[in-house]
């Protein structure tokens, strides 16, 4: 199987973490997935994916319940907590609802952490397929800081493979297209040892092209390591660049300088991840963040200046938002399909220009068309230009504001843009001779 078939263009869903956390419900996940197939499918958005924690009965919030127990079958797999996801009653597990999303034309996703648990350990459950208990894979110095549930695994284990086979296996079963894998990727808990988890990652590769069902693999958190771009290429489809980003400046301020630098490892089935849009209605069920619900608490102009970095760097697309509480502007923000055009048919994006006030980028489009992004990172009014020589162009082009459909003029000089602070324009050029 390629790997790289499995996502051909960056993937767009919904995540359930920025607004419930480690609590969703099984009600949570169906509700947005209609919403999802009723208004939203047809711009491309298609995964609903289940964040952390839905094998524990007793997750309330963003904050983790430390040591406690969690629901799981008899070979040390992770199951749904029945309290929780009520068709997953009798070892039916995900199926039920994963039936469902597909019934809808959408696709559904899990979250793990990667490693064995911690219970199987200390019970010494078996391994599907083999005559060792978790006990005997285990890493037992590798472990989660934040997250007390798992060991990791000892990938020169005899069974440590088998493990993963056994855990893929069971999300083949359920109808599972989409695998986010946490506590993988990262440098910042093991600056000595970066990228310490390469050969489980290797490991869940192997699983899931033996499961028999293709599966998007995302792997989480960030930031990544750049050194091992082509090694994350080769295994996964889907890769955190950043820590987890919510809704301030300061965050997205500072994405602009890692998509530059990760822009070069873009290409089909390997797309480096900005992490989830925190757009619309967020943290319902999250006081480690925030005692209340809130809506998005970028301005507009930051949230455009978003969208359109994401989309122009070719980011999958997560949503964190509870899509059943969009308003009107959240819903207009992520049902663009000019600027969603570009997500899906453009190649070749890159940052040309940066100045105190002003970062430029460019890509192309399928169809012989360009694209070029202004970005404002002050807090006063700026009016950026760039020359058709430095975009590589000659001739005479339209111009074409994708966030207001609508044409601008015609130029054969250079392009120029009015841009609000923290703000950003967003311009298709069409060659008309």
């Known amino acids: ?39 939203l499918k047809r711009y491309g958005w298609e995964y609903i994916v289940c964040d952390i924690q839905w094998y524990e009965p007793k997750a309330k919030s963003t904050e983790y319940n430390h040591f406690y127990p969690l629901e799981m079958d008899e070979y040390s797999r992770l199951i749904p907590a029945v309290n929780r996801f009520p068709s997953s009653r009798n070892g039916a597990g995900f199926k039920p609802i994963a039936d469902y999303i597909h019934s809808l034309g959408l696709k559904f996703g899990i979250h793990i952490m990667r490693g064995v648990p911690r219970q199987a350990v200390h019970a010494g459950t078996p391994i599907k397929g083999t005559n060792v208990t978790a006990r005997d894979i285990a890493h037992s110095y590798s472990i989660c800081p934040w997250n007390t549930d798992m060991y990791g695994v000892n990938p020169d284990a005899e069974g440590a493979q088998e493990y993963y086979n056994s855990l893929f296996e069971l999300y083949a079963a359920w109808g599972v297209d989409f695998v986010k894998v946490d506590d993988i990727c ?24 033996n499961c028999g069902r ?17 090694h994350l290429s080769k295994h996964a489809n889907m890769w955190r660049i950043s820590k987890d980003v919510w809704d301030n400046w300061e965050q997205i ?20 991840d900005c992490d989830m849009l925190p757009l619309g209605r967020i943290c319902i069920n999250t006081p480690g963040y925030d005692q209340n619900a809130r809506y998005c608490r970028l301005t507009k ?33 992520l049902t663009n399909h000019e600027v969603l055009g ?92």
Not at 20 to 30: D, F, K, N, P, R
Not at 193 to 206: F, G, L, T
Request: include cysteine; hydrophobic fraction near 35%; glycine fraction near 6%.
């Open 1 to 39: 199987m390629d790997k790289n078939k499995v996502a051909l263009t960056p993937p767009m869903g919904w995540n359930s973490w920025d607004c419930y956390g480690a609590s969703v419900t099984e009600e949570q996940l169906i509700g947005n997935a209609e919403y999802m197939a009723k208004y």
């Open 186 to 209: 990262n440098t910042e808990f093991s600056p000595s040892n970066p990228y310490s988890a390469k050969r489980e990652i290797e490991m869940i590769r192997r699983a899931i092209d």
């Open 214 to 230: 293709p599966m998007v693999l995302s792997l989480s958190p960030g930031p990544a390591v750049i050194e091992e771009a082509e």
């Open 253 to 272: 301020y500072e994405m602009f300088e890692k998509c530059n630098q990760w822009s070069p490892y873009v290409r089909e089935g390997c797309w480096p």
């Open 301 to 333: 102009d930051e949230q455009i200046t978003m969208m359109t970095l994401w989309c122009i760097f070719r980011s999958p697309l997560m949503i964190g938002g509870e899509l059943r509480d969009n308003d009107e502007w959240t819903f207009n923000l």
């Open 342 to 433: 570009l997500l899906k048919h453009s190649y070749g994006a890159r940052q040309i220009m940066r100045t105190g006030d002003t970062i430029v980028w460019t890509s192309n489009g399928i169809d012989g068309s360009k694209y070029v992004a202004f970005f404002n990172i002050s807090f006063a009014f700026t009016n950026p230009s760039i020359s058709l020589s430095r975009l590589g162009l000659r001739g005479t082009y339209k111009v074409r504001n994708l966030w207001k459909h609508e044409d601008t003029g015609v130029v054969s000089d250079y392009v120029s843009a009015n841009v609000n602070p923290h703000g950003a324009v967003l311009y298709k050029l069409t060659k008309i001779d």
